[in-house]
Structure formats: C-alpha cells, structure tokens
C-alpha cells in the first residue's frame, strides 16, 4: 500500500511540473541491496507513455493524396477500359487531348466517330439563330460565336455597324438607305440628262420645261404637225411599200408572217434597292434535308396560258423560279418562293411551243416550236440573243451540259437528224443522221462525252459527242417508242417511258444493257409523250400519264407509292424541285401548273 501510495504521490508531482525533466535515482543498487536503510521511502519508479496506434509514415501519405488530386482533375483517356475514380462531368465531356488512338488512322477511335471527318458534336441552335448569323455573315462579313462570348470575322465592320445582324436592322435605317439610293439614281439620271441635252439649262428650252414642271400638265404645249423633212417622207414611203408587200406575201403563203420578237416584265421592278435582278436566286436558299417525300396535298396554281402546257422546267440549282411552254405560243415565267405570280412572258414564236432548256446558270433558255424556229432568249431582259432554224419542226434542244461547252447547241428535228449549231457563230457544226423516224429526246450520259437519242423508229441509239457514228444501237420487235427518258440523279441509269405504258431501265455503262429486274408499271401513258423524272435523292421515280394523275414508285421495291389526281385530261410534265425535296410541280393539257 505504502508502494501505492507513494507512487500516486509521484505522478502528482509531475502533473504539477511538467517541465521537469526525469532523473534516475541515485544509487539504486544500494537501496536495492539494503532494504532495512530506508524503509520509509520505497524506491520510485517512473513508466513511459505507451499507445496501442502503429506508427505511420506521413510522406507517402501526402504523395499519394497528391497524385489521386492530379488524377482526379485529368481528362479521361478514350482508349482504357476501366475508370479507378469517379469522374466529374467536366472530364467525361472535355475534348480528346493526348496520342493517337493507337488503331485508327487519323486518331480517333471508330466508336467514337460519328461523321466521315471524325466525330461532330450536336449544338442545340436554332434554324432561325442559325440562318440569321449565317446570312450576316455573307452580306457583313462577321457573326457571332456560337458560345455567345465573342464574334468572328471583320471586327472593323462589327464596330462600325454596332454589331447589328441583317435582321434586326432598325426601320429608320432601312428607310434612311432606301431615300440615299434614290437620290444617288435621281443625281444619276439628272446628270447623264446635262450631259447629254445641254439644253436643260435653258429655262426657254423644252427639256427645262419637262424637267422642272409642276404637275403633270405643266410644261406641255400643244405640237402643231409642221411640213415632213425630204428623209421624213421617204422613211414614210418605204414603210408603206414594205407593208404593202407584206400583205401580197401574206395572201400568197397563207400563215407564213413574221413575229415579232417581245416580252413583258409582270413583276414591280426589275431590281430590289440592293441592285439585285429579279432573276437572283435568294442566298439562304438550301436543301432542308437529305431525304425526299411523296408529297400529300395541293400547295399552289400558276395558271396564265389560255391553252395547253407542254413542258415546265425548274430555275437550274435553286428552283426559285418555273419557265413553262405553252400551246398559246408563249413561254412564262413564275415565281415559286415568294409572290407565287408570272414574272416574265416571252413572245416570239407564232405557233406552239414544243421544247424548253436552261443554260447551266439560267441566264439564258432555249425554247423550240411548232413555227420551225429554235430561239435563244435572255431570262433576265427577255430580248432574243438568236434564232436558228433549219426549215424543220424541232421536237427536242439541249445545251451541252459541260461548262465550257455551254455555246453548243443539240435539236431533235422531224426530218429524223440530230442538228448540232455553234450559238456564237450561229453555223451547223455537225449533224447526226441515223434514226429513221422524228427524235423525241436528247440525254446526255457519261460524263457528257455521250448522248442517247429516242425516236419515232422505236429505237435508242447512243452517239459518242462530236462523232456522227452510232456507238450503240438498241431495237427490239417487242420495243415501243419512248418520246421521254430522263437520267437517275447517280448517273448509272436510264429511265425511258415506253408507249406500252411502261417505264423500263437502261444501264448507262458500256453496253446500255435493259434491267429487266427493274419496270414501273400502272399508269396509262399510251399515245402521250408523259414526262417521266427522279427525286433529287434517286429514291422515286414519277410520271404524269393519259387520265391526269401523277404517278409515284419506289425505285427499290418498284411499287406504286402514291397517285395524286393532277389535271383535267392529260399530265403531261412533272418537275421535282432541287432544293424543297417534298415539292413537285405539274402541267398539264388543261393550261394549269400545279404546285404540290
């Protein structure tokens, strides 16, 4: 107890001083050794602290805490398996850095791709955002990030503009800029008037009274018809002979006059107030999507020749606007995005007009008719840039589709030869003489170095370009005229419509073989000279036919798609436009052009 005691005692003294430093007792083994010298004191005795925790190495600890930091806030590598960790959005969404992905030739791995260039995020935009910067930066030059954080482009402009888009341009503004362009055309014309009539200047003159009049009646002055000049009388008298030889000519040849050559511009002006034509395509004209639809329902009518249409043809590329060949002589022109009304009417033949065809770009068109004339017109003025004829009825012309041979013109005449003009000389440099009936239709094929002819001899036949030999000669006993073929969109097939009311196959490689695998069949078509044609993706094939439908197959399965009841008796044209793939136009003998 006394042991006890006295040790108790012993750790109250070192709670009272802890700064103390343990000292060993001296002369241990002699109090050991002799008991009975100090018995009072027992002996004291001091123990270490112990603790039952293993000592741990704090360095590796904070190695290991830093590398887990670095590894946690790195980005993912696409090419391992298994994550140790659980990885923030921020690392399972960052771009891919680092090596190539060790199997893929351009560093992406194939699950990871999504495009034919690599892999393509989806950003969530707007069709309206989208267009309106697009369209901004075409006419200004910059536009905004898609972040929304910054622009991109001519940072001048943006500046000086105060960054406006193209549709949001406020309306002072636009009536400022539309009052500066007409001045700028009035001081113009004020101008080019000075310049020519120096009279102008005289407040005496004629010209000053017409200018500066107050009304439209001031300034006229009543024109007294004075003596005719010598020149006067003498123009006068040989129009009056002309006239009159005209009429005996007119007696003796029966219908054979001359027509004069005009046009008439429908629309409000010519050119809006950026100086832009009529005939302009619109900049954000674009294909919507990749795949065509049968379309459902009747959109719109251009309705305006008082008999029959023959053929209609899209605007090349943009599909803004329709040229139409009428039975009443004409050929019109319509608006199909906007007004939906004629533009132009072009007046030059005197009979029907029988063939229609654009130039690549659509500045210029062909037209062939019934008054044995082909006409070369200018679409924007409407002026006749050449005629050309042969004393023969022309059944089909066609511009060479290669850009540089644009001047080269192609005619299917009745007199059974292929006739083939330069436009700029206005000469005949070739003629192909082989069918042995009228030609009905020109295609080229094979990159334009060829072209397929069909006739009345129910025949086709296949002309190397520039060579007036046939290459390939196709009859059959069982085969039918076919008055209409049109080339698939891959260029790899030929689709003829046959009189036994068929659409048969051709193949455009080397040997122009029949696929009998493939035949559209169901409409009647026997007697008519119906338009057959492709969706822009290949997908479809249509055809008007005898009893006024549109007919739609799949060019697949063959099967009939749809019908839709088009005209009064007989549809004879249909056009699928190049840019809105679920639109089709159609024409028919009851003088309508139906937009579906």
Same mark, same amino acid.
């Given at each position: 107890?006394?042991?006890?005691?006295?040790?108790?005692?012993?750790?109250?003294?070192?709670?009272?001083?802890?700064?103390?430093?343990?000292?060993?007792?001296?002369?241990?083994?002699?109090?050991?050794?002799?008991?009975?010298?100090?018995?009072?004191?027992?002996?004291?005795?001091?123990?270490?602290?112990?603790?039952?925790?293993?000592?741990?190495?704090?360095?590796?600890?904070?190695?290991?805490?830093?590398?887990?930091?670095?590894?946690?806030?790195?980005?993912?590598?696409?090419?391992?398996?298994?994550?140790?960790?659980?990885?923030?959005?921020?690392?399972?969404?960052?771009?891919?850095?680092?090596?190539?992905?060790?199997?893929?030739?351009?560093?992406?791995?194939?699950?990871?791709?999504?495009?034919?260039?690599?892999?393509?995020?989806?950003?969530?935009?707007?069709?309206?955002?989208?267009?309106?910067?697009?369209?901004?930066?075409?006419?200004?030059?910059?536009?905004?990030?898609?972040?929304?954080?910054?622009?991109?482009?001519?940072?001048?402009?943006?500046?000086?503009?105060?960054?406006?888009?193209?549709?949001?341009?406020?309306?002072?503004?636009?009536?400022?800029?539309?009052?500066?362009?007409?001045?700028?055309?009035?001081?113009?014309?004020?101008?080019?008037?000075?310049?020519?009539?120096?009279?102008?200047?005289?407040?005496?003159?004629?010209?000053?009274?017409?200018?500066?009049?107050?009304?439209?009646?001031?300034?006229?002055?009543?024109?007294?018809?004075?003596?005719?000049?010598?020149?006067?009388?003498?123009?006068?008298?040989?129009?009056?002979?002309?006239?009159?030889?005209?009429?005996?000519?007119?007696?003796?040849?029966?219908?054979?006059?001359?027509?004069?050559?005009?046009?008439?511009?429908?629309?409000?002006?010519?050119?809006?107030?950026?100086?832009?034509?009529?005939?302009?395509?619109?900049?954000?004209?674009?294909?919507?999507?990749?795949?065509?639809?049968?379309?459902?329902?009747?959109?719109?009518?251009?309705?305006?020749?008082?008999?029959?249409?023959?053929?209609?043809?899209?605007?090349?590329?943009?599909?803004?606007?329709?040229?139409?060949?009428?039975?009443?002589?004409?050929?019109?022109?319509?608006?199909?995005?906007?007004?939906?009304?004629?533009?132009?009417?072009?007046?030059?033949?005197?009979?029907?007009?029988?063939?229609?065809?654009?130039?690549?770009?659509?500045?210029?068109?062909?037209?062939?008719?019934?008054?044995?004339?082909?006409?070369?017109?200018?679409?924007?003025?409407?002026?006749?840039?050449?005629?050309?004829?042969?004393?023969?009825?022309?059944?089909?012309?066609?511009?060479?589709?290669?850009?540089?041979?644009?001047?080269?013109?192609?005619? /299917?005449?009745?007199?059974? +030869?292929?006739?083939? $003009? @330069?436009?700029? &000389?206005? #000469?005949?440099?070739?003629?192909?003489?082989? =069918?042995?009936?009228?030609?009905?239709?020109?295609?080229?094929?094979?990159?334009?170095?060829?072209?397929?002819?069909?006739?009345?001899?129910?025949?086709?036949?296949?002309?190397?370009?520039?060579?007036?030999?046939?290459?390939?000669?196709?009859?059959?006993?069982?085969?039918?005229?076919?008055?209409?073929?049109?080339?698939?969109?891959?260029?790899?097939?030929?689709?003829?419509?046959?009189?036994?009311?068929?659409?048969?196959?051709?193949?455009?490689?080397?040997?122009?073989?029949?696929?009998?695998?493939?035949?559209?069949?169901?409409?009647?078509?026997?007697?008519?000279?119906?338009?057959?044609?492709?969706?822009?993706?290949?997908?479809?094939?249509?055809? /008007?036919?005898?009893?006024? +439908?549109?007919?739609? $197959? @799949?060019?697949? &399965?063959? #099967?009939?798609?749809?019908?839709?009841?088009? =005209?009064?008796?007989?549809?004879?044209?249909?056009?699928?436009?190049?840019?809105?793939?679920?639109?089709?136009?159609?024409?028919?003998?009851?003088?309508?052009?139906?937009?579906?």
């Amino acid at each position: 107890m006394d042991l006890l005691r006295s040790y108790a005692d012993k750790t109250d003294d070192d709670d009272d001083s802890p700064e103390e430093p343990f000292k060993e007792p001296e002369n241990t083994s002699a109090s050991t050794s002799s008991p009975d010298t100090s018995s009072d004191s027992p002996p004291h005795m001091s123990l270490p602290a112990k603790t039952s925790a293993p000592h741990v190495d704090d360095t590796a600890l904070a190695l290991t805490t830093a590398v887990s930091d670095r590894i946690i806030h790195r980005p993912l590598d696409p090419s391992q398996h298994a994550v140790s960790f659980n990885p923030t959005y921020d690392q399972l969404w960052a771009p891919i850095h680092g090596p190539a992905h060790p199997y893929a030739k351009d560093g992406i791995a194939q699950g990871m791709r999504n495009h034919k260039l690599g892999f393509v995020e989806d950003a969530s935009i707007h069709s309206f955002l989208f267009d309106e910067q697009y369209n901004t930066f075409h006419k200004y030059g910059y536009a905004a990030d898609p972040s929304g954080l910054s622009y991109v482009g001519d940072l001048e402009t943006l500046e000086r503009n105060e960054a406006l888009s193209v549709y949001n341009i406020p309306q002072q503004e636009q009536k400022r800029r539309r009052l500066e362009l007409k001045a700028n055309e009035a001081d113009a014309s004020a101008e080019a008037a000075v310049n020519t009539n120096p009279g102008t200047e005289n407040p005496a003159s004629d010209e000053w009274l017409l200018k500066n009049r107050e009304s439209p009646w001031a300034g006229k002055k009543e024109v007294i018809q004075g003596e005719l000049t010598e020149e006067q009388k003498k123009y006068a008298e040989e129009y009056a002979e002309k006239k009159a030889e005209k009429g005996r000519g007119g007696e003796g040849r029966g219908d054979k006059t001359d027509h004069v050559d005009k046009s008439t511009f429908h629309g409000k002006e010519e050119s809006d107030y950026q100086g832009r034509s009529w005939v302009a395509p619109p900049k954000d004209a674009k294909p919507s999507n990749d795949h065509c639809y049968i379309p459902k329902r009747w959109v719109h009518t251009w309705s305006g020749h008082t008999r029959g249409v023959a053929a209609i043809r899209f605007f090349p590329k943009h599909g803004h606007l329709l040229l139409s060949a009428g039975m009443d002589s004409k050929v019109k022109i319509w608006d199909v995005f906007n007004s939906g009304k004629c533009m132009r009417t072009y007046m030059g033949h005197s009979k029907a007009v029988r063939d229609i065809s654009f130039s690549n770009d659509g500045a210029k068109f062909l037209s062939a008719g019934y008054d044995k004339n082909i006409k070369l017109w200018d679409t924007e003025t409407g002026k006749v840039i050449s005629t050309f004829s042969t004393g023969k009825v022309p059944y089909v012309v066609k511009l060479n589709p290669d850009q540089d041979k644009q001047h080269i013109l192609l005619a /299917g005449m009745s007199d059974k +030869k292929i006739v083939q $003009w @330069d436009m700029d &000389s206005g #000469k005949i440099t070739q003629e192909y003489d082989q =069918h042995l009936g009228a030609v009905n239709t020109i295609t080229f094929v094979d990159n334009n170095r060829r072209f397929v002819t069909s006739s009345d001899d129910k025949s086709l036949r296949v002309w190397e370009f520039g060579i007036p030999v046939v290459i390939k000669y196709i009859s059959e006993p069982h085969m039918h005229s076919m008055p209409s073929i049109s080339l698939h969109p891959n260029g790899n097939w030929l689709a003829a419509q046959s009189l036994d009311n068929q659409i048969l196959i051709y193949s455009t490689k080397e040997r122009f073989q029949l696929n009998k695998k493939k035949r559209f069949a169901g409409h009647i078509v026997a007697g008519y000279a119906c338009q057959v044609n492709f969706s822009p993706d290949g997908r479809f094939v249509m055809s /008007g036919d005898g009893e006024g +439908k549109c007919w739609f $197959w @799949d060019w697949k &399965s063959c #099967k009939v798609f749809r019908t839709l009841k088009c =005209h009064e008796g007989v549809c004879i044209g249909c056009e699928w436009h190049p840019l809105e793939q679920s639109k089709v136009a159609t024409c028919g003998w009851d003088g309508m052009i139906k937009y579906w």
